[in-house]
């Protein structure tokens, strides 16, 4: 991939002990910046971070929280801060989805999908907009999804419904943080093969689904999402705000 000049920068990173986090976390520290990977697993997020760490010479530190746990976020921010100085850029990628029809989600099922995908991205920007702010500088980059504009024949009401919210709360943070320099814009994935997506794309009838929605003639690559994440936190975007872009192979050209 193109590697960007973010030497030294600090990113924290939600969700980050799998799939797109992980692959986040390589971008960034390929282009020199330092992460800080948070999840709910931390013998995962360790071992992650250790990988990264070695590899790029960067350093990379590991913060075990559950993101729908507003205490649990303002103290991963307060760690960043602590150990490496400030958060220049944060990921809000941390995500779930409940793959039920409408009459057997339960409210319970609503919430947990509504906190982790959306609420918990709205509590981790304030968070991290105390820091920037102040030095009028920073970027947020939110994980939102194809899903959130538009729905399928997939049984996920609440996921799109998270999604579509992250989306405006893409513009909205965009809007009220852009006269302190802050940018803020979103990545829309299409199907990358993580653990959330690969039983759809190895599933018979649900993978024809996919590639019939699939303009280019291959399925994606993990680490293809890399390049849209860092080009986003770079002065390459220095004028990009409250845009989400979709990385998708033409899911949305149809």
């Known amino acids: 991939m193109v590697k960007y000049d973010l030497t030294d920068r600090v990113v924290l990173i939600t969700g980050g002990s799998a799939g797109l986090g992980e692959q986040f976390a390589h971008g960034f520290a390929e282009s020199g910046a330092h992460v800080v990977l948070a999840a709910r697993r931390k013998d995962l997020l ?99 999804s194809t899903f959130g504009f538009g729905a399928t024949r997939f049984t996920e009401v609440s996921y799109y419904t998270s999604k579509a919210g992250v989306n405006l709360l893409t513009k909205a943070l965009a809007i009220e943080l852009g006269e302190h320099n802050i940018r803020v814009n979103g990545i829309a994935p299409g199907f990358f093969p993580t653990a959330m997506s690969i039983e759809a794309m190895t599933d018979k009838e649900l993978s024809k689904v996919i590639k019939a929605r699939t303009a280019l003639p291959m399925f994606a690559e993990n680490e293809w999402i890399r390049g849209a994440a860092c080009f986003l936190a770079s002065d390459d975007a220095k004028y990009i705000t409250g845009h989400t872009l979709a990385v998708d192979g033409g899911w949305m050209a149809f």
């Open 46 to 144: 360790d071992r992650i971070a250790n990988t990264v760490s070695e590899k790029y010479g960067v350093r990379a530190l590991s913060y075990k929280a559950d993101v729908s746990n507003e205490r649990e976020v303002v103290d991963m921010v307060k760690f960043t801060v602590d150990k490496l100085g400030t958060v220049d850029v944060l990921v809000n990628n941390a995500g779930m989805y409940v793959f039920k029809p409408l009459l057997e989600q339960t409210i319970e099922d609503w919430h947990r999908v509504m906190d982790v995908n959306l609420t918990s991205a709205f509590v981790a920007s304030r968070e991290v907009a105390k820091v920037m702010i102040p030095k009028k500088h920073g970027t947020i980059i939110n994980i939102s």
